[in-house]
C-alpha cells in the first residue's frame, strides 16, 4: 500500500440493496393484494345480484384509490432505491417502518369502505385514512433524506436530479393535512383528494408531475 493509498479516505462499507429491494416489493405487492379481498358480495344476494353489486360501490371507491396510494409509494420506493449506491441499518429500519404503514393501509381502507355514510362513524374513519396515508408519504420522504444525509446515493447522481426527486416526494406532506381537516366535513370528496394525489404522482402530466426515473448511469470508462 502507496502512502497516497492510506492518506485517501476509506471508503464507506454498508449493505447491498437487492435483498432490501426484493423484500419490499413483497410487501407493496401483498398490501395491494389484501385490498380485493374486502371486496364481496353476501351469498345470500342471489335474488338481487346486480344492485348488491352496485352497493358495492364504497369497496370499489376504496380500493381504486388505496392501489393508487400503494402503486404511487410504491413508484416513490423504486425511485429512491434506484439512486442508492449502499444502503445502512439505519435505512433497513426506517425503510421497515414504511413497510409497516403499506401493509396496515388495507384496514383504514376497509374502516372507509364499511363507515361510509354513517355520519360520525365516518368521518373518523376517513381521519384514520387519511393519517395512514399521511404516514406512509412523510416516511417515504424521510428514508430519501436519510440517503441523502448519510451520503448513501450514488456519487454520478446529479444535483438537479436529486433535487427532481425531493421535490416530487413532497406534495403529499401538505395536501394531506389539508384533507384530513376537511374529512371532518366532506368525507367523500376527501377521498376524491387522496385519489387525486396519487395520480399526480403515478401520471406523467406535462411539465413533469410524476414521479420519475431521471437517472442515467455513467458508462464505464475504458
Known amino acids: 500500500m502507496t502512502k497516497e493509498d492510506r492518506s485517501a479516505p476509506p471508503v464507506p462499507r454498508g449493505l447491498r440493496t437487492g435483498r432490501l429491494e426484493a423484500f419490499s416489493d413483497g410487501v407493496f405487492a401483498i398490501a395491494i393484494t389484501l385490498l380485493v379481498l374486502d371486496i364481496a358480495v353476501p351469498?345470500?344476494?342471489?335474488?338481487?345480484?346486480?344492485?348488491?353489486?352496485?352497493d358495492l360501490?364504497?369497496?370499489?371507491?376504496?380500493?381504486?384509490?388505496?392501489?393508487?396510494?400503494?402503486?404511487?409509494?410504491?413508484?416513490?420506493?423504486?425511485?429512491?432505491?434506484?439512486?442508492?449506491?449502499?444502503t445502512d441499518v439505519g435505512f433497513v429500519r426506517l425503510n421497515l417502518l414504511l413497510l409497516l404503514v403499506i401493509a396496515f393501509v388495507p384496514f383504514p381502507t376497509r374502516l372507509f369502505a364499511e363507515f361510509i355514510g354513517k355520519k360520525n362513524p365516518e368521518r373518523v374513519a376517513v381521519t384514520i385514512y387519511g393519517l395512514s396515508l399521511l404516514l406512509a408519504s412523510t416516511l417515504l420522504l424521510v428514508l430519501w433524506r436519510y440517503a441523502l444525509r448519510n451520503r448513501l446515493v450514488?456519487?454520478?447522481?446529479?444535483?438537479?436530479?436529486?433535487?427532481?426527486?425531493?421535490?416530487r416526494l413532497t406534495?403529499?406532506?401538505?395536501?394531506?393535512?389539508?384533507?384530513?381537516?376537511?374529512g371532518l366535513f366532506i368525507p367523500?370528496?376527501?377521498?376524491?383528494?387522496?385519489?387525486?394525489?396519487?395520480?399526480?404522482y403515478i401520471i406523467p402530466f406535462p411539465g413533469g408531475g410524476s414521479i420519475s426515473f431521471r437517472r442515467q448511469r455513467r458508462m464505464p470508462q475504458p
Open 43 to 54: 351469498a345470500s344476494a342471489g335474488a338481487h345480484l346486480l344492485s348488491s353489486v352496485a
Open 57 to 86: 360501490w364504497p369497496s370499489y371507491l376504496s380500493y381504486v384509490v388505496s392501489v393508487s396510494t400503494i402503486g404511487a409509494m410504491w413508484l416513490g420506493h423504486v425511485a429512491v432505491t434506484e439512486y442508492l449506491e449502499r
Open 154 to 167: 450514488r456519487p454520478d447522481a446529479a444535483d438537479e436530479e436529486v433535487q427532481f426527486l425531493t421535490k
Open 171 to 182: 406534495p403529499g406532506l401538505t395536501g394531506y393535512p389539508v384533507l384530513i381537516i376537511a
Open 188 to 200: 367523500i370528496l376527501v377521498v376524491i383528494g387522496y385519489l387525486c394525489i396519487a395520480l399526480y
